[in-house]
Nanobody, 121 residues
């Protein structure tokens, strides 16, 4: 079972908006930090935004003021609202989370499968 299920990617024109969603699947006791990373062609994966269990946030400088990360703890879901998109935002976006499923597994870091965001006219 895929631990994190992402949705919301697609093609958008420069200046447009998209909202990404990521839901943690399966039996989960607790979720700590959640975040979004991205990887553009030929580049390393980089942090976009993270949010703690207490909803403290941090952002990459390149997206500050344009992107907003939020979470719904009741739904085990994290969101990324992306506004004023630029061509350089084009990348595969990956969801990340620290989950606690059982005393046997303890805390584990999991990743989503990635969703492609393309910003182009």
């Amino acid at each position: 079972q895929v631990p994190l299920v992402e949705s919301g990617g697609g093609l958008v024109q420069p200046g447009g908006s998209l909202r990404l969603s990521c839901a943690a699947a399966g039996s989960i006791v607790a979720i700590n930090g959640m975040g979004w990373y991205r990887q553009a062609p030929g580049k390393e994966r980089e942090l976009v935004a993270r949010i703690t269990s207490g909803s403290s946030t941090n952002y990459a400088d390149s997206v500050k003021g344009r992107f907003t990360i939020s979470r719904d703890n009741a739904k085990n879901t994290v969101y990324l609202q992306m506004n004023s998109l630029k061509p350089e935002d084009t990348a595969v976006y990956y969801c990340n989370a620290f989950l606690y499923r059982s005393v046997y597994e303890g805390w584990t870091e999991v990743w989503g499968q990635g969703t492609l965001v393309t910003v182009s006219s």
